[in-house]
């Protein structure tokens, strides 16, 4: 049987549960230290352990149990949920995904336990109590298995084997379970010499739902295994099953309460059967004390029967939310289909312009529409909300918090802002360095922060939003702002900048995504070194983004990142410069009009907008082309704040452009984002409309204080 898809699915879910642990203790405004949260802790090292007992990985297996001691004894209240705990926990988790990459991807290392799992082992079996918590967990295993000792009883016995009575859950299927790998798995403990079907509780036709399970297994296996070995087969899934074991030459006593827990009168029947008993052996099955202590257990054996029926609560709360895993390579080949399909209705779209033909003129557009909706569809499926990153940074900055000997909230606000899977990733490190930076350099110290009248506790928000077809991060922190003097004179010291030269605060504020920047004044393990910050800005302008910052001396700084809404597909508008096609994003765009000479101050490169003066930028000044000879038009474009003017040839109509990257060779080239296919076959650059913005309005504030300069040394 091979179970290396299988292990793929146990390490990704794992790491998720892993993920959901260390959720639960950095939150506890969420998960407030009690019951409840510490069974979710319980039942996450509980579920990890018994999957990983599936798979035979002995050492991952070891260390989960010993840490689910401990949260055993934290639920049952014999230890108590400290911040010595929490930390001891969380680095436990981290061994956790040590153990799942190591040993599932290295076969032997399966069974062998890392040396840097000793220490936390030992601080794992301090918060055990004296009285062992092995009880405890043997009590857990016989409240959700039934078993029978392996000992030898005196009386009749109805088998030589272990005796197995499998009742299935009706979300068995829906949870990722299969019955029969259960089977195939006991095959590899032993001889299995019977299997049997049992049906229960199952629906009328008409009201049967194909997905839930509503089968039994009744088996019998010949192995040498122990009982912990065998019931281990069912640890995550006996919270919700039943399952009964009997151990080979059980005594008729412990059939006859196995029998009263299924509360199944016929299975009676089929045991007598199978092992032809004598007249007096069925008798002291069937005695009648047996009905008595069968109508005593009734509520209870039903109690436990009850998870093998779905409520209509439960089954539409399931409906409402489920998942499919799908292969992110999947997902990125749709994605390119689409792209495809996009381009070649562009083409359909001119064909049936060209013939003029009014019904395939209105058939395309209905296609059109359609492939609008799949587009915009298959764009959704690869978007997740930007909590996936947000959640990384709870525990990072709990420990550097510890680290600066400062006290630091996070907060943390938009998290479902939704945001392209493909950038997840890029942002991680970003926002790492940007949030580092924040915690040391931005907050103050707490003697600090008490003296300027501030709390003691400082606080760093991180939080998203759309504005405008953009996805904003903003990271933001209340403490003492960016010094502007101490910026512009450590770049002079460092000859990043020529001395003298005159910048305005937003050109100060970006001189510290200069490469070897930086304004500690000792090198830490955070920062210091004059890294990190040009890498960020590097980064956010690959992903097609910006960065702007805010920040006043006292009250503190704020990292705005704007990113576009996606990277692949988008609603574009055609223009053209000197013949050759252009595409600028849709959403980017206010307005088109003539090119108004009389409202134009040339020298300072701006136009009079309806009173409103805005910087603009000449594609054909900028690729270096020939003044035109006809008149020209001027888009109107903004980026968050920022607007301006970019003049052009012709005005074409939208069309929809599936961004392709240039290439290595292009990464340096400024103003063009990539390319694209129009629908006549010949490719077309894409504008990056922010960079363009940015070129005019610093071209505008050079020209101005070129100005203002000769005035002043005119009048000198």
């Given at each position: 049987?091979?179970?290396?898809k299988?292990?793929?699915?146990?390490?990704?879910?794992?790491?998720?549960?892993c993920n959901?642990?260390e959720?639960?203790l950095?939150h506890?405004?969420?998960?407030?230290p009690?019951?409840e949260t510490?069974?979710?802790?319980?039942?996450?090292?509980h579920?990890?352990?018994?999957?990983?007992?599936?798979?035979?990985?002995e050492a991952?297996?070891?260390?989960?149990?010993v840490?689910e001691?401990?949260l055993?004894?934290?639920?049952?209240?014999?230890?108590?949920?400290?911040e010595?705990?929490v930390?001891?926990l969380?680095s436990c988790?981290?061994?956790l995904?040590?153990l799942?990459?190591?040993?599932?991807?290295n076969?032997?290392?399966?069974?062998?336990?890392?040396?840097?799992?000793?220490?936390l082992?030992?601080g794992?079996?301090?918060?055990?109590?004296?009285?062992?918590?092995?009880r405890h967990?043997?009590?857990?295993s016989?409240?959700?298995?039934?078993?029978?000792?392996?000992?030898l009883?005196?009386?009749?016995?109805?088998?030589?084997?272990?005796?197995?009575s499998?009742?299935?859950?009706?979300?068995?299927?829906h949870?990722?379970f299969?019955?029969?790998?259960f089977i195939?798995?006991?095959?590899?403990?032993?001889d299995?010499k019977?299997v049997?079907?049992?049906?229960?509780?199952?629906?009328a036709v008409p009201?049967?739902?194909?997905?839930?399970?509503?089968?039994?297994?009744e088996?019998?296996?010949?192995?040498?295994?122990s009982l912990?070995?065998?019931?281990?087969t069912?640890d995550?899934?006996?919270?919700e099953?039943?399952?009964?074991?009997?151990?080979?030459?059980a005594p008729?006593?412990?059939?006859?309460?196995?029998?009263?827990?299924?509360?199944e009168t016929?299975?009676l029947?089929?045991?007598i059967?199978?092992?032809?008993?004598?007249?007096e052996?069925a008798?002291?099955v069937?005695?009648e004390?047996v009905q008595d202590?069968?109508?005593?257990?009734?509520?209870?054996?039903?109690?436990?029967?009850?998870?093998?029926?779905?409520?209509?609560?439960s089954?539409?709360?399931?409906n409402?939310?489920s998942?499919?895993?799908?292969?992110?390579?999947?997902l990125?080949?749709?994605?390119?289909?689409?792209?495809?399909?996009v381009?070649?209705?562009s083409?359909t779209k001119?064909?049936?312009?060209?013939?003029?033909?009014?019904?395939?003129?209105e058939?395309?557009?209905?296609?059109?529409?359609?492939?609008?909706s799949?587009?915009?569809d298959?764009?959704?499926l690869r978007?997740v909300?930007?909590?996936?990153?947000?959640?990384?940074f709870?525990?990072?900055?709990?420990?550097?918090s510890?680290?600066?000997n400062?006290?630091?909230?996070?907060e943390?606000?938009?998290?479902?802002?939704?945001?392209?899977?493909?950038?997840?990733?890029?942002?991680?490190d970003?926002?790492?360095?940007i949030?580092?930076?924040?915690?040391?350099?931005?907050?103050?110290k707490?003697?600090?922060?008490?003296?300027?009248?501030?709390?003691?506790?400082?606080?760093v928000?991180?939080?998203?939003?759309?504005?405008?077809?953009?996805v904003?991060?903003?990271?933001s922190?209340?403490?003492g702002?960016?010094p502007?003097?101490?910026?512009?004179?450590?770049a002079?010291?460092?000859?990043l900048?020529?001395?003298?030269r005159?910048?305005?605060d937003?050109?100060?504020?970006?001189?510290?995504f200069l490469p070897?920047?930086?304004?500690?004044?000792t090198?830490?393990?955070?920062?210091?070194r004059?890294?990190?910050?040009?890498?960020?800005?590097?980064?956010?302008?690959?992903?097609?983004?910006?960065?702007e910052?805010q920040?006043?001396?006292?009250?503190g700084s704020?990292?705005r990142?704007r990113?576009?809404?996606?990277?692949?597909?988008?609603?574009?508008?055609?223009v053209?410069?000197?013949?050759?096609?252009?595409?600028?994003?849709l959403?980017?765009?206010?307005e088109?009009?003539?090119?108004?000479?009389?409202?134009?101050?040339?020298?300072?490169?701006?136009?009079?907008?309806?009173g409103?003066?805005?910087?603009?930028v000449?594609l054909?000044?900028l690729?270096?082309l020939?003044?035109?000879?006809?008149?020209?038009f001027?888009?109107i474009?903004?980026y968050?704040?920022?607007r301006a003017?970019?003049v052009?040839?012709k005005?074409m109509?939208e069309?929809?452009?599936?961004?392709?990257?240039l290439?290595?060779?292009?990464?340096?080239?400024?103003?063009?984002?990539?390319?694209t296919i129009?629908?006549n076959?010949?490719?077309?650059l894409?504008?990056?409309?922010?960079?363009l913005?940015?070129?005019?309005c610093?071209?505008?504030?050079?020209i101005i204080?070129?100005q203002a300069?000769a005035?002043?040394?005119s009048?000198?």
């Amino acid at each position: 049987m091979d179970l290396s898809k299988a292990k793929a699915i146990f390490i990704e879910e794992s790491h998720e549960l892993c993920n959901a642990l260390e959720n639960a203790l950095l939150h506890p405004d969420q998960y407030p230290p009690n019951t409840e949260t510490f069974n979710l802790l319980f039942r996450t090292a509980h579920t990890i352990k018994g999957s990983a007992g599936i798979f035979g990985l002995e050492a991952l297996v070891r260390f989960t149990h010993v840490m689910e001691n401990v949260l055993e004894s934290l639920r049952s209240g014999e230890v108590m949920l400290t911040e010595d705990l929490v930390s001891l926990l969380l680095s436990c988790n981290d061994h956790l995904r040590t153990l799942l990459e190591t040993t599932c991807h290295n076969e032997a290392l399966a069974n062998q336990d890392l040396p840097e799992g000793d220490a936390l082992l030992k601080g794992l079996r301090a918060y055990q109590p004296s009285r062992t918590t092995e009880r405890h967990a043997e009590e857990a295993s016989h409240r959700e298995i039934i078993t029978c000792p392996e000992e030898l009883a005196a009386g009749a016995s109805l088998t030589p084997w272990w005796q197995l009575s499998l009742r299935f859950h009706p979300g068995t299927f829906h949870h990722g379970f299969d019955p029969l790998s259960f089977i195939r798995y006991l095959g590899r403990m032993g001889d299995i010499k019977f299997v049997e079907l049992v049906w229960r509780n199952s629906p009328a036709v008409p009201g049967l739902d194909p997905t839930e399970c509503f089968m039994g297994i009744e088996l019998a296996l010949d192995s040498a295994e122990s009982l912990e070995r065998i019931a281990g087969t069912f640890d995550f899934i006996a919270e919700e099953s039943l399952i009964g074991i009997l151990a080979p030459h059980a005594p008729l006593s412990a059939f006859r309460a196995l029998l009263q827990r299924l509360d199944e009168t016929e299975q009676l029947q089929r045991w007598i059967k199978r092992q032809a008993l004598t007249e007096e052996e069925a008798r002291l099955v069937c005695a009648e004390t047996v009905q008595d202590q069968q109508e005593a257990a009734e509520p209870q054996s039903r109690q436990m029967a009850n998870p093998l029926a779905t409520s209509p609560a439960s089954k539409t709360a399931r409906n409402e939310t489920s998942y499919i895993r799908i292969e992110a390579s999947k997902l990125d080949r749709l994605i390119n289909r689409v792209g495809e399909l996009v381009i070649a209705s562009s083409g359909t779209k001119l064909i049936a312009q060209s013939r003029g033909d009014a019904e395939l003129l209105e058939s395309v557009a209905i296609i059109n529409t359609l492939v609008e909706s799949i587009r915009d569809d298959a764009l959704t499926l690869r978007m997740v909300p930007v909590d996936e990153v947000f959640s990384r940074f709870p525990r990072m900055v709990r420990e550097v918090s510890k680290q600066l000997n400062k006290t630091i909230q996070l907060e943390i606000k938009g998290a479902d802002t939704e945001i392209d899977k493909s950038m997840v990733e890029k942002l991680t490190d970003p926002l790492m360095h940007i949030v580092r930076n924040a915690l040391d350099h931005g907050l103050e110290k707490t003697d600090t922060r008490l003296l300027a009248g501030k709390p003691a506790m400082g606080t760093v928000t991180l939080n998203a939003y759309h504005d405008a077809g953009s996805v904003v991060v903003e990271v933001s922190d209340d403490g003492g702002g960016i010094p502007r003097d101490k910026v512009l004179a450590k770049a002079m010291e460092r000859g990043l900048i020529a001395e003298g030269r005159p910048l305005n605060d937003q050109e100060i504020l970006q001189l510290i995504f200069l490469p070897g920047f930086s304004t500690a004044d000792t090198v830490s393990d955070l920062s210091g070194r004059g890294v990190g910050m040009d890498v960020v800005k590097r980064n956010i302008e690959a992903l097609r983004g910006e960065i702007e910052i805010q920040s006043q001396i006292g009250i503190g700084s704020t990292f705005r990142l704007r990113l576009p809404l996606t990277l692949a597909i988008i609603d574009g508008f055609r223009v053209e410069v000197d013949h050759s096609a252009l595409v600028m994003p849709l959403d980017m765009m206010i307005e088109c009009v003539d090119m108004p000479q009389d409202a134009m101050i040339q020298h300072t490169r701006q136009i009079n907008l309806r009173g409103d003066w805005l910087p603009f930028v000449s594609l054909r000044e900028l690729f270096g082309l020939p003044a035109a000879s006809a008149p020209e038009f001027i888009v109107i474009v903004h980026y968050g704040d920022n607007r301006a003017g970019i003049v052009v040839d012709k005005l074409m109509g939208e069309v929809q452009a599936v961004i392709k990257p240039l290439g290595e060779i292009f990464k340096s080239l400024r103003g063009i984002s990539g390319s694209t296919i129009l629908g006549n076959g010949k490719p077309a650059l894409v504008l990056d409309i922010p960079q363009l913005i940015q070129h005019a309005c610093r071209r505008e504030r050079r020209i101005i204080r070129q100005q203002a300069e000769a005035l002043v040394n005119s009048k000198a």
